[in-house]
């Protein structure tokens, strides 16, 4: 597992530098960890999504292989930029669909990981966009944690190498940013 992983990280490194025979390596792998990533993001969507696993992937390879000489740190960073992607394309999807219905409700979205430690209402994607974000922008990290473990599908280990944290600060941050996300979901929707 961890010759992999390190495989995984010396082609991403090479790429980098401007190797394409490395990227020729790498994208087989990539897609069969992006695949897994895609999975575990569309098993928690609504029965019957309109975006499909595949162009998922498709989408967030575009976006990975797009960027200027990425400077890859590690596996873990990838795929938590790779996780960062896939929610975005989640999100814009939604935003994209309720715009169609002209602000119609969406259909709410079943995401096991975060829906564990919540309780009541079901928690849609766009509201748990929000919420993210609203964290992320009083606590950077706590975002990252969350975005890298719950949609990265990252161990906190991983999480605590990519971050370069050590893993109980990893833990502490779950806890409270679970509380945090849970009162902030719990919150009967604001009146204009």
Known sequence: MADNANQFTQLLHDWSGGDQAALDQLVPIVNGELR???ASFMNRERPGHTLQPTALVNEAYMRLVQQ??????????FMAVAAQYMRQILVDHARKRRAEKRGGG???VTLDNVNAFLTGRPVELLDLDEALTELSAF???KGRVVEMHFFGGMSQEE??????????TVARELRLSRAWLKTRLAEPEKKI
């Open 36 to 38: 897994k990533l895609a």
């Open 68 to 77: 200027d000489q990425p400077e890859w740190q590690s596996k873990a960073h």
């Open 106 to 108: 969406e259909q709410a």
């Open 139 to 141: 606590d950077a990290r």
């Open 159 to 168: 999480v605590a190498v990519s971050l370069g944290v050590h893993v109980n």
